[in-house]
């Protein structure tokens, strides 16, 4: 994969000759509001509306049935420099209400006050059901041609560049919950094709907590907040979450990746996808593969830990969205590679034992290779948060031809859920004609009227067969490249409520993902469950959620068991022998640091020039330097990102230590618990360091910076490292970046 962009940063921070930058206020980070920096006064002379920020995307401004209308992406909903009603007429006042005499009373006539009141009191829509909180992006999809042998599918023949649009998000809690909670993450993807609309719609997580999508109502109201109190928001650890996933066991496969540190993602952009369930591909010549999507991550997996999770939600509740937007904005955009395994479709659907129809199965990645097919590219950020990514409608049923389901219960339950709740959130039949949803193929569907129809479709005969519009539409075949719904045979069986004999191996693959983990993330896993089950009230639920655990392994159960204070059962049913995958650990690569944060704490009286060429020099490795100074506004010409007060070590990937100074005035232990007792240091740089330190980050220190270390009682310790100048401490954290972390500073308790 090639490397990303530079930041747009650095060509702001090079072409200035003085080596600083021309404005100091002038935000040089990503994420200032606004496309052109505000005036102090309130601008009064009229002039059109401002241009989107150059990071910002849009839909296509085709129509809704895909004719092209010329006009630019990024053209802006609003027009003119003068305020109008919804109807176009000017206003003269938008402050005051229409009334009889300055004393009132106010106007039933007031059409204005009436308009804009009745607009705001219906700008909220209902939020999704589940996958509420969410982010999403626009880019671009490259196909490398490989898959060309296994589907037909047209945007994956070589070369071709398909416009995406991707949505995250967490699973459980509300539109304005936290997003660094522990939950499965949504990675749901549109591929606007010019063969029809492609949506992947999957997650963070290769299994699913049911089998069956009947069941999914249930594993839903288990995860939601309890019904009587409406807590706790955004979390399984709660009592009816466990209740279910102990009672249904086929859940303990998704449960313990819940629990892994791919539960708490360090991003968005360090997440790999999956579209879980089998689906069925069919190339040129009829012939049909069983295939399984993933997506892998350009800087590799990587995770928050428990604690930085928890600060994060308090500190910047919004830590991916914001790591989101401002690495595109950066020009760090996010990367994936797409994959597929692929396995022969026989009639029996398995693959070296694994039944494929299940969704809480996976095929390790050993026995079947990811094989990538092509490349994503996020590179805008939406133009505006609700008209994208709120009303966006992803659905399983959006296939073009090449790809086809398969009958995994799970998935075919999907396919009628997705499109039900939509005409409910999106009010009407009519949203794939919002602009976000709208097909970048021709469309031509005898679809008619509803609410908010917006395309004027003519013709008298939306029927076929019809004489009356010419016959139109036609019917397409292969070579206009018509959809293929491939004729798997059914097999004659009784109608039953019932799975296959298969499904109900609920422990192998658990056990698989436990042995598949490095002792530190079985470490994480341990004190997750301990946590969570830690968080219910009811012991008889705990109990049963240890019986599971002991099915698992032995030491898990044990060691969450004395966590709890109760006693570990034995297991009720065989241990299964498994061969541990290594693929499922996120341990023991190295990965590129591209937009990664560096925090770089600042003494104003300490070596500026050296702060300014380590900025440079972070900048120049495609990362985001932020400034930490004592007080807000500009150091030495620099602008300060973040104060002692602002800033938090969870923000930042590494920290590198430019002086040592000083407790800034507002030091105050007796206001600020943060503040600590004050020392030679400001105590919150020490924190700073502390936390950094028990986070397994890097930390790098030159000059003055040392004597912070030292008094960290940090100093020496493994990732901690000191270096001659800025640069130099620099490569050698950017080097311990690679890992993501310095494991050996993770004490871990288990083998
Ligand atoms: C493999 C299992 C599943 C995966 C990977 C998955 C993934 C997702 C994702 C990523 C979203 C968010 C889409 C967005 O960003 O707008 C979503 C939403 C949703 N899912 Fe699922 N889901 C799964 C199973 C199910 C099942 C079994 C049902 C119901 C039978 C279901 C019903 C829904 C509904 C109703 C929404 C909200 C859609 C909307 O309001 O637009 N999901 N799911």
Redesign the pocket.
Known sequence: METSKPAKAVKNAVKTASGKIADALTPDVPGAPGSAPPSVEEPTTPHDPLPPKPAQGAPQTGTPTGAETGVPATAKGQQGAYLTTANGARLRDTDHSLKAGPRGPVLLQDHHLREKITHFDHERIPE?????R?A?AHGVFTAYGTAEAVTRAGFLKKGRETDVFV???T?LGSRGSADTVRD?????TKFYTDEGTFDL???NMP??F?QD?????DI?HAGKPHPDREIPQAQSAHDTFWDFVSLHTEAQHHTIWNMSDRGIPRSYRTMEG????TFRLVNEAGETVLAKFHWKPKLGVHSLTWEEAQLLGGMDPDFHRRDLYDAIEAGAYPEWELGIQVFPDTPEETFAGVDLLD?TKIVPEELAEVQPIGRLVLNRTPTNFFAETEQ????LGHLPQGIDVTNDP??Q??L???V???LT??GGPNFTQIPINRPHAAVNDMLRDGFHQHAVHAGVAPYRPNSLDGGNPFPAGDAEHAFVDVPVTVAQAPKVRANPASFDDHYSQVRLFWSSMSPVEKDHIIRAYTFELGKCYHQAIKERQLQCLANIDPVLCEQVATGLGLPAPQPTEPLADVTPSPALSQVGREWPSDGRMVGIVVDPDGDLDGVDEVRRAVFAAGMVPLLIAPHAGVVGGMPVQRTFATGRSVEFDAVLLAGAPAPAPDAVPARDATAGTPATVDPRVLLLVEESWRHAKAVGAWGAGVTVLEQAGVAGTPGVVTAGSGPEALAAVQQLMAAHRVWERFPATVA
């Open positions: 999704r059901v589940v996958h509420a969410g999403g949505r995250f998000s699973v499965t993450r949504g990675f749901a719609v999957g997650n299994v699913f049911i999508a009947i069941k999914f109502p839903i999956f579209g879980v369930h969704p966006v409608a992803f659905h799970l998935l339950g999907r009628f859920s997705y039900d709740t939509q959130r999106l």
